[in-house]
């Protein structure tokens, strides 16, 4: 079956780094342009970082460009999400997220913490 697990969450300090990843299985992961979501408490979940099939097409949220880089290896089935600069406001859960154009599948989420 489709799954998507997403690990690599945690507490960090600000302006500390933390790389998620997203491990994929049950469907061609080559063929899907893969996501990362976030959502806080009360929130809507909310595009952080996006990526496409071919990997090189990358767009980010303003809120995080220049600090967060998505990255897919597809010989691996994963995509990451490597997150620099951390600051309070990027506390969330965090989403991992797969689309084609007739289907969207996600993960169960994996929690960010960011706090001194």
């Known amino acids: 079956q489709v799954q998507l697990v997403e690990s690599g969450g945690g507490l960090v300090q600000p302006g500390g780094s933390l790389r998620l990843s997203c491990a994929a299985s049950g469907f061609t992961f080559s063929s899907y342009v893969m996501r990362w979501y976030r959502q806080t408490p009360g929130a809507e979940r909310a595009l952080v970082a996006h990526i496409s099939t071919t990997g090189v097409t990358r767009s980010y949220a303003d809120s995080v460009k220049g600090r967060f880089t998505i990255s897919r290896d597809d010989a691996k089935n994963t995509v990451a999400l490597q997150m620099n600069s951390l600051k309070h406001e990027d506390t969330a859960v965090y989403y991992c997220?797969?689309?084609?154009?007739?289907?969207?599948?996600w993960g169960q989420g994996t929690q960010v913490t960011v706090s001194s």
């Open positions: 997220c797969a689309m084609d154009y007739s289907r969207t599948y």
